[in-house]
């Protein structure tokens, strides 16, 4: 599964998403314009900093909205507000992990 943690520009840990399980393949759930979504790594780190957090959580609310599994679209909503406490904190980044 993917982890994701919000973290500051020293790599300090901030919060660590404690939500429904995000499975390797969620991505998939991004249009092929999609400008952050779909680049999320399941086996490598993704950073998002402030300017692509409102991009990637547009992107998100969009996913959850053409997800047709009502699990996915849970944890897609879980981790849509999981972002949102990061967007307007400057000099903090989002980070998903994968394995």
């Not at 092929?32 to 998100?60: K, M």
Request: proline share 6%.
């Amino acid at each position: 599964m993917i982890g994701i943690k919000w973290q500051d520009e020293d790599h300090q840990v901030l919060a660590e998403y404690a939500g429904p399980p995000l499975p390797y393949d969620f991505s998939d759930l991004a249009g092929a314009t999609s400008a952050c979504l779909r680049f999320i790594d399941p086996w490598g780190d993704t950073y998002f900093n402030q300017v692509q957090l409102p991009v990637l959580l547009q992107e998100l609310e969009t996913a959850t909205l053409d997800a047709k599994d009502p699990q996915q679209q849970t944890a897609l909503r879980a981790v849509s507000r999981f972002v949102e406490q990061a967007r307007d904190q400057i000099h903090t980044y989002v980070c998903f992990v994968g394995e």
